[in-house]
């Protein structure tokens, strides 16, 4: 039987304690509750939705959370996060799961500065949480008791259906997904010949890695591809899926590593894949065309060169930092930022239309590697080597590319060319990864 003094202590405990983890953590804190009517707040439901927010959250500050309180009381299972972040930016995030997740209305998400300050909604423009069945503010409601206790619940019950349906679909995107960017790694790195990259007849220019360091690299990171769908498949903004995605990734970098003995085969290809599955994800679950991927990505990565500010004033420069700073090449952050625009307006087309003339895919791909390498400011190529050496292996792409467009390639060239590449170490990777991602879209096409 529902006790209101015991309800009422345990509210006046949770607020010490979260008091306590303020005054300890030194950092704001988030707390989640359930928002879930009358005495049943351990019920089934309260506690299952709850605990699907608390995964969101996680996902979304990973790293930044320093402390993680667990309270299971009368008034439901509470979760306290003291979260090393601006109080600003995590209420907004909040106020974004609370307004946009499928079940963020059935949950309470409050937030508390490093000095206590409780935000409110209207702190940043936000209107009182509206009723579950009207258009009714919320305490007008309960003040009038307008709907049964009955009512509400079946109305969170069926909500919960809901999700349970859009999760399931969401497990089916992602499957098709990370095995479509699987396939697409494969595939890569399965073209020959290969102009000085790894291939199964070849190492190429390299010397650390093959064809098999290239398959247990893509067999340990598919794993991140499906996750990465998942975070995607979602009513949240683009900005909290980059969010998602980008720890993500660096979870997977580390399992790459381990798997390659400390071979860096697919950096780059996490970021690029990542964004890719991300985006396509998202526009499969707003129900819009194939061509919307472009504008999410280009909205996804609007502010990713701001990486690239101020970088006279830093003392140690990555190599990717150095070719801005010394010849404006901005490399795969450009590329994003364009919206992957050298595929979709480019890449897509001539591997289409290579397999129509060629009616053999490792023809079309070598096809459209070509095309890349004639195109792309390849920064793998400038990492071991210099502007003329790129300019050079461009050119030569372009004749290839100009004789080769309307007929079947002559592999005997090209294999002279591979020849020299590889001998003379050069390596477009990053042509490479792109010619990765064009299969990945050309092949997650069919679900649109």
């Known amino acids: 039987m529902f006790n209101l003094e015991e309800f009422l202590l345990m509210r006046e405990k949770r607020v010490e304690i979260q008091n306590s983890i303020i005054e300890k953590e030194k950092k704001p804190i988030l707390v989640l509750r359930g928002n879930y009517p009358g005495e049943n707040k ?18 979304i500050f990973n790293d930044s959370i320093v402390h993680t309180k667990i309270i299971n009381s009368i008034e439901g299972i509470t979760y306290i996060f003291s979260i090393n972040d601006n109080g600003t930016n995590i209420k907004k995030i909040a106020m974004e799961i609370e307004e946009n997740h499928i079940l963020g209305r059935y949950v309470d998400i409050d937030v508390f500065s490093e000095t206590g300050y409780a935000f409110s909604r209207s702190d940043f423009g936000g209107n009182k949480r509206k009723c579950f069945l ?19 619940t079946n109305h969170i019950q069926k909500k919960y259906e809901n999700y349970l349906i859009e999760n399931e679909e969401r497990f089916k995107i992602s499957d098709f997904l990370s095995d479509v960017a699987l396939k697409s790694l494969i595939l890569e790195v399965s073209a020959s010949p290969s102009f000085g990259l790894v291939s199964p007849f070849t190492k190429g220019a390299h010397t650390d ?18 996750e990465v769908a998942k975070a995607g498949f979602s009513s949240l903004s683009l900005d909290l899926i980059f969010k998602k995605i980008r720890f993500l990734g660096k ?15 697919h950096k780059g290809m996490i970021f690029l894949m990542g964004i890719s599955i991300a985006t396509t994800a998202k526009v ?35 190599h990717g930092e150095k070719l801005f700073l010394n010849h404006g090449i901005s490399g795969v952050r450009g590329i994003v930022k364009d919206g992957l625009d050298i595929i979709f307006n480019g890449s897509l087309d001539v591997f289409s239309n290579a397999l129509i003339i060629e009616k053999d895919i490792n023809c079309a791909m070598i096809k459209t590697l070509i095309f890349l390498m004639s195109s792309l400011e390849d920064t793998t190529i400038l990492h071991r080597h210099n502007i003329s050496i790129l300019n050079e292996v461009k050119k030569k792409a372009q004749d290839l590319h100009c004789i080769f467009s309307n007929c079947c390639i002559d592999k005997n060239i090209l294999k002279d ?32």
């Open 42 to 59: 351990n019920d089934f439901i309260p506690t299952n939705i709850v605990k699907v927010i608390y995964k969101e959250i996680l996902d």
């Open 284 to 318: 499969k679950f707003e129900n819009k065309s194939f061509s919307e991927i472009k504008n999410n990505i280009k909205f996804m990565c609007r502010d990713i060169l701001k990486d690239f500010v101020n970088l006279e004033t830093k003392s140690n420069l990555t």
């Open 134 to 152: 009207c258009d009714e503010m919320a305490f007008v409601c309960g003040r009038k008791q307008s709907h049964s206790i009955l009512e509400i």
């Open 251 to 265: 979870l997977a970098e580390k399992e790459m590593f381990l798997a390659t003995n400390n071979i860096n085969t």
């Open 417 to 448: 060319l591979e020849n020299e590449y590889t001998n003379n170490k050069i390596s477009p990777g990053g042509s490479a990864d792109l010619l990765a991602i064009t299969l990945f879209f050309n092949y997650s096409k069919k679900i649109f």
């Open 209 to 226: 890695m093959d064809f098999f360091t290239f398959i247990d690299s893509s067999f340990s990171i598919n794993h991140y591809f499906k």
